[in-house]
């Protein structure tokens, strides 16, 4: 079957092992470790990238304050952008591979036979 | 040094050399499609090109996909013209990717299977949420159409060395651009009906390569010329501008400060806050770049395809500084607006430049212009199928499957329908596109990014995140999210009242900000918060199910 069952709930079982699964703690512990990685480093980025919006639009001056000849406070904020982003796509994969996956590999292995129930649904 | 040789001795070659380039290029990418076509036997191949790229590929493949005529030809030639502020765009198209790869990728990979709906409609009734999923999708993908076909339209005229009064195989330069933006529309179709997926990935992946080897030449000649010194160039850039330092510090294109005028200005500082906005929010509600996701077996795999992105994106953008720069300082404003008022050529023209300086006159310019002018079509077209790819299988999964068939099409049916889409979606973009030849392609992209980021990316972390997120909810998202997002645009100085308008001759604006972003993204937020609440719905049985998959992977396709 190739499409989704319109609006159908997964079987009595796979959807009490859902459940059951989502109230584990293994599972509590796996929501946690992701969410208090990503929340507060989105919140992070998207703070620092909106003080470089803001400083472009409203602190003209300072951005353009020149460093060493040209090169310019605006040019140097831009830089640090790519930087930061760098930085944070390495610092969560590092995270990620440590602390995300073995959790989620492990509950998924012991789920093991609901993935051929699921399987069939899209 | 001519900045304009395509009229001249060197002309017909470089016209000669890059059709011969362009050909080369098309053949190459035909047989791929060929190939490809030959390994699309199953719906996932056709949609997803059989789950089976690794990272590293898909991550190259997404950079094709991503890296458009808008970062090419867009932002060299907003920074070429307007210094400093095309810098902007790179930066928010770049830290963007972090909004998909901690929010998105992984999520989106383990709970869907071909589109973006899957993952919006997974707890919700499916008719009304895939309905406004797939005329969210197709109108995204529209507006970034448009804006890809309108930079191959400005890229054949100066290629072709088409000016106003000369003509090309009895065309004049508006002609040429129509059949231009036929053909690389019928190319587009042809890529992703016979393709599929498969197809469509190995020619992003082709034209990754091509663009970041022509980029880099291009960055390292014009280094070469200021001696490896970065501050020699921007000071170089900004006499040419004559602009003096202020072409090096935000403000001469966004935020502009208006003297006397203090409505004007906090308008167009609004503007660039806007336009900020949109860039770093767009990114994860593009469907085109959502469904790249699809493409590998694992959410592992995701997120490393999402890293090889960020790194081969992000040196991109670097070098597209140093190509807009060295557009400035190398060509100069004024050939460049002849050229095209808007500066989407201000790349090849520097390709020319740098070409006729280090490779000897006019054959050298010619030859390098060829080189990098092939490049932006393979650039262009890339992105097109990937587009056309994405709004054909919505049509095809979500509307005629899911909500026509209920579900009920075998297969063999959904593949041809979304074969036929790609079609009609291809004919509609080739119509739209004649019509927005005087507008920036950056910025063209930028309005996509702002109706992305307005209809989709509410829907999709609402679904991800929200517990009590519903049918209703997901439905006024999308709608009140796209409906504001349209509307702004249409009643903006985008397409009326401006001289640089889609109709310049005609005037029924009102809304002030030329991007709509900072009003119809948090509506959209708005509009899915009280559609949920308001709605008594809730599945705790499919949250369950959509949180522990899209966590764990477990149950994947």
């Given at each position: 079957m190739s499409t989704d069952t319109p609006a159908s709930a997964p079987t009595g079982s796979a959807a009490e092992r859902y459940l059951a699964v989502q109230r584990s703690d293994e599972f509590a512990g796996l929501r946690r470790a992701l969410r208090g990685f990503v929340f507060p480093m989105t919140v992070a980025f998207f703070?620092?990238?909106?003080?470089?919006?803001?400083?472009?639009?409203?602190?003209?001056?300072?951005?353009?304050?020149?460093?060493?000849?040209?090169?310019?406070?605006?040019?140097?904020?831009?830089?640090?952008?790519?930087?930061?982003?760098?930085?944070?796509?390495w610092l969560y994969s590092r995270y990620a591979d440590r602390k995300i996956d073995p959790i989620a590999d492990r509950i998924r292995a012991e789920m093991g036979e609901v993935n051929g129930e699921s399987d069939s649904r899209g | 040094?001519?900045?304009?040789?395509?009229?001249?001795?060197?002309?017909?070659?470089?016209?000669?050399?890059?059709?011969?380039?362009?050909?080369?290029?098309?053949?190459?990418?035909?047989?791929?499609?060929?190939?490809?076509?030959?390994?699309?036997?199953?719906?996932?191949?056709?949609?997803?090109?059989?789950?089976?790229?690794?990272?590293?590929?898909?991550?190259?493949?997404?950079?094709?996909?991503?890296?458009?005529?808008?970062?090419?030809?867009?932002?060299?030639?907003?920074?070429?013209?307007?210094?400093?502020?095309?810098?902007?765009?790179?930066?928010?198209?770049?830290?963007?990717w972090l909004v998909a790869l901690l929010l998105v990728a992984e999520l989106l990979r383990n709970s869907g299977r071909y589109t973006m709906a899957d993952v919006l409609a997974f707890r919700m009734r499916q008719r009304p949420v895939r309905t406004a999923a797939a005329v969210s999708t197709i109108t995204v993908s529209i507006f970034y159409l448009l804006a890809q076909m309108v930079g191959a339209g400005a890229l054949v005229a100066l290629l072709l060395g088409i000016k106003p009064g000369t003509t090309f195989l009895g065309m004049d330069a508006d002609t040429a651009k129509v059949a231009t933006i036929i053909m690389v529309g019928a190319l587009m179709i042809i890529y992703v009906t016979v393709g599929g997926m498969k197809g469509t990935t190995y020619v992003q992946i082709v034209k990754a390569f091509l663009l970041m080897g022509g980029a880099t030449v291009m960055t390292v000649l014009?280094?070469?010329?200021?001696?490896?010194?970065?501050?020699e160039l921007l000071g170089q850039a900004a006499e040419s501008s004559g602009k003096g330092?202020?072409?090096?510090?935000?403000?001469?294109?966004?935020?502009?400060?208006?003297?006397?005028d203090p409505l004007k200005t906090f308008y167009s500082k609004m503007d660039l806050l806007s336009l900020g906005i949109a860039l770093v929010l767009g990114t994860a509600g593009l469907p085109h770049i959502l469904i790249r996701f699809y493409t590998v077996p694992t959410a592992k795999t995701a997120r490393k395809s999402v890293l090889w992105a960020i790194g081969i994106i992000g040196t991109f953008y670097l070098l597209t500084l140093a190509l807009g720069f060295g557009a400035a300082a190398l060509v100069g404003g004024q050939a460049i607006t002849e050229q095209d008022k808007a500066g989407n050529t201000a790349a090849p023209q520097l390709a020319e430049a740098l070409g006729a300086d280090f490779f000897g006159?006019?054959?050298?310019?010619?030859?390098?212009l060829a080189i990098i002018a092939a490049v932006a079509f393979a650039t262009i077209l890339a992105v097109v199928a990937g587009l056309t790819l994405a709004s054909s299988s919505s049509i095809a999964h979500d509307f005629y499957a899911n909500v026509i068939k209920r579900g009920q099409a075998s297969e063999r049916q959904e593949v041809q329908v979304a074969r036929i889409s790609a079609l009609v979606i291809g004919a509609v973009a080739i119509a739209l596109?004649?019509?927005?030849?005087?507008?920036?392609?950056?910025?063209?992209?930028?309005?996509a990014f702002a109706v992305a980021a307005s209809?989709?990316?509410?829907?999709?972390?609402?679904?991800?995140?929200?517990?009590?997120?519903?049918?209703?909810?997901?439905?006024?998202?999308?709608y009140g999210g796209l409906l504001s997002a349209v509307l702004l645009v249409f009643f903006s100085p985008v397409v009326s009242g401006a001289p640089t308008a889609m109709f310049p001759d005609h005037d029924w604006h009102w809304f002030p900000l030329s991007n709509p972003g900072i009003i119809s993204i948090p509506f959209g937020f708005l509009c899915g918060w009280i559609g949920t609440v308001i709605s008594k719905e809730r599945d705790e049985d499919k949250y369950a199910e959509l949180e522990v998959r899209s966590l764990t992977g477990a149950g994947a396709h």
């Open positions: 703070l620092w990238y909106a003080l470089y919006v803001i400083l472009s639009a409203y602190a003209r001056d300072f951005m353009g304050t020149k460093l060493v000849g040209n090169i310019n406070v605006a040019l140097i904020f831009g830089l640090l952008q790519f930087v930061s982003t760098f930085l944070i796509a | 040094m001519n900045p304009i040789l395509a009229a001249d001795a060197g002309g017909g070659t470089a016209r000669n050399l890059t059709i011969t380039l362009f050909l080369v290029f098309v053949a190459v990418t035909l047989a791929i499609t060929v190939w490809a076509s030959r390994q699309t036997k199953t719906a996932t191949d056709f949609y997803a090109g059989g789950r089976s790229f690794s990272g590293f590929q898909n991550g190259m493949a997404i950079g094709g996909d991503y890296m458009s005529a808008a970062s090419f030809l867009g932002i060299a030639g907003i920074i070429a013209l307007y210094g400093y502020d095309g810098f902007l765009y790179s930066i928010g198209f770049l830290v963007a014009v280094l070469a010329k200021f001696n490896f010194n970065l501050s330092a202020a072409f090096l510090e935000p403000g001469l294109r966004y935020g502009v400060e208006t003297a006397g006159g006019d054959l050298g310019g010619a030859t390098l596109s004649i019509y927005a030849q005087n507008l920036n392609v950056a910025f063209l992209v930028a309005l209809g989709n990316l509410p829907a999709i972390l609402y679904s991800l995140f929200w517990k009590r997120f519903n049918t209703s909810g997901a439905v006024w998202a999308i």
